[in-house]
Structure formats: structure tokens, C-alpha cells
């Protein structure tokens, strides 16, 4: 059975910080892509970050310099530093990932509330 159990969500004011973890279980967890979205209420899911099974990342124009995605394929997890963050960046995040055969899989995702 896979899992995606992530972590590290909460309230933080303007110009803080949070780490959001993603534990997978039930995978070959180097054989994928793994990402991280973001849904704000009203607004369709987007992708926020990814890093490929090679460690190559890519970002969101709006996070780049901000956010940093990695991952530790020895822990099967992977991570999202968000820095400096902002009331727009309120949303519920999800991890996801994305194997060789493009089989897909979500956690459940994690409340990260941007206010003062």
C-alpha cells in the first residue's frame, strides 16, 4: 500500500518560514519525480516545486529564491523549505509523486496558513 504522509504545515506570519515533509512509504521512492502542489480555496490545484528522480528542481515563478525542494532518497522523504513567506501563499499543499510508468500518487495534504 503507498502512502504520502505529509507534514510540517501550521500558521506563520509574513516573512516566516516552514519545512513541509513528505514520508513515503509502499514505493521505490528513488524511482520517482516527487512534487509538491498547492490549492488555495477557490482556486485549482498548481504545481508549486518539483525534483526529479535525478535531482533536478524546478519551481513556480511566484516561489523562486523563496521555496527550496530536495529530497533524501535514504529516508524515503521529501522536503519543501518555504522562506519569507506570504498571505498568498495560504493554501492546503499536497505532495505527489510520479513513477517511470507515470503511476501517480497524493497525500493528503497540509494546511499552511500565511497571516498576521
Known amino acids: 500500500q503507498v502512502q504520502l504522509v505529509e507534514s510540517g504545515g501550521g500558521l506563520v506570519q509574513p516573512g516566516g518560514s516552514l519545512r513541509l515533509s513528505c514520508a513515503a512509504s509502499g514505493i521505490i521512492f528513488g524511482l520517482y519525480d516527487m512534487r509538491w502542489y498547492r490549492q488555495a480555496p477557490g482556486k485549482q490545484r498548481a504545481l508549486v516545486a518539483a525534483?526529479?528522480?535525478?535531482?533536478?528542481?524546478n519551481y513556480l515563478d511566484s516561489v523562486k529564491g523563496r521555496f527550496t525542494i530536495s529530497r533524501d532518497n535514504g529516508q524515503d522523504t521529501a522536503y519543501l523549505q518555504m522562506n519569507s513567506l506570504k498571505p498568498e501563499d495560504t493554501a492546503v499543499y499536497y505532495c505527489?509523486?510520479?513513477?517511470?510508468?507515470?503511476?501517480?500518487?497524493w497525500g493528503q495534504g497540509t494546511q499552511v496558513t500565511v497571516s498576521s
Open positions: 525534483i526529479t528522480r535525478g535531482g533536478r528542481t
Open positions: 505527489n509523486a510520479e513513477g517511470t510508468f507515470s503511476e501517480n500518487y
